[in-house]
């Protein structure tokens, strides 16, 4: 069955989908098995060629933004390689984050044991490169579930604001900070992770791109796109009391 990506911004340069948690941006030689992408499945429901801009792993939904053109592409390209670029992420993670603050933790590179199987050099040889996340929580949450040590679960509903963009960045400097990530099977917490999918048929990353900001190199306004979370997300909040924070 062909999937139809909801559009959350369009004008005669740019378009932007909500990009559902699963689906991969493009073809992957790593993926032969899958049959669904964003980008091939917007081509086809809008009737053109995109471009896609940046990426979103395939776990994390929210705002994905394409050119429609070679040269917007080439134009947009830079300002997503610079910081001309704002987004907001919401997370769910493990632990009460008590306040907000900006995290100053450099990330060394890390490559997938086969796409990057072919790379030169190992990521220990490699210089850490600056990675800084902003971070504050939005709400609390805890259920009356004993794990551990601890008589009950608790969680936080957090915003993050990138403002370099290393590979798995937000999730590495969650867990770097002990509050990992809900669903993250690679940094995340296994125990929590198969808890969400007890309690509540969760079996996603609750990592979500919420909103993305820029001025608009043709017409030089402020774009301010938005995508809201998907059906999972909202039967997650409902079940810690949460959604009224998102």
């Known amino acids: 069955m062909q999937i139809e990506l909801e559009i959350v911004y369009r004008d005669e340069w740019l378009i932007a989908v909500n990009k559902p948690s699963g689906m991969l941006v493009h073809r992957s030689w790593l993926d032969k098995g899958e049959t669904r992408f964003v980008m091939q499945t917007l081509r086809d429901q809008i009737g053109q060629h995109v471009f896609p ?8 939904s929210g705002v994905l933004l394409f050119a429609l053109s ?8 830079p300002k997503f390689a610079g910081r001309d ?31 990057d199987k072919f790379a030169t050099a190992e990521p220990e040889a490699k210089e850490a490169k600056e990675a800084i996340t902003e971070y504050r929580p939005l709400a609390h949450a805890e259920l009356p579930i004993a794990m551990g ?9 957090v915003e993050m604001k990138p403002h370099t963009g290393r590979k798995h960045q937000l999730r590495r400097h969650m867990h770097h900070l002990s509050h990992h990530i809900v669903g993250d099977v690679n940094h995340g917490d296994g125990r929590h992770n198969r808890l969400f999918r007890q309690e509540f048929e969760c079996h996603q ?6 909103r993305t900001e820029f001025t608009h190199p043709v017409t030089q306004e402020q774009v301010v796109i938005e995508a809201n979370v998907d059906s999972v997300w909202r039967r997650v909040l409902d079940g810690l009391g949460l959604h009224d924070h998102l």
Do not use: F, N
Request: proline share 3%; charged share 25%.
């Open 85 to 115: 670029i704002h987004k907001t992420y919401h997370a769910i993670v493990r632990g009460w984050i008590q306040e907000g603050a900006t995290l100053d933790y450099p990330l060394k590179e890390e490559l997938d044991k086969v796409a």
């Open 70 to 77: 070679s040269e917007m592409a080439a134009e947009m390209m």
């Open 205 to 210: 990353l609750l990592l979500h791109a919420s």
């Open 53 to 60: 801009l940046h990426r979103l792993d395939r776990p994390t």
């Open 149 to 157: 040590r601890y008589q009950s679960c608790r969680y936080t509903l």
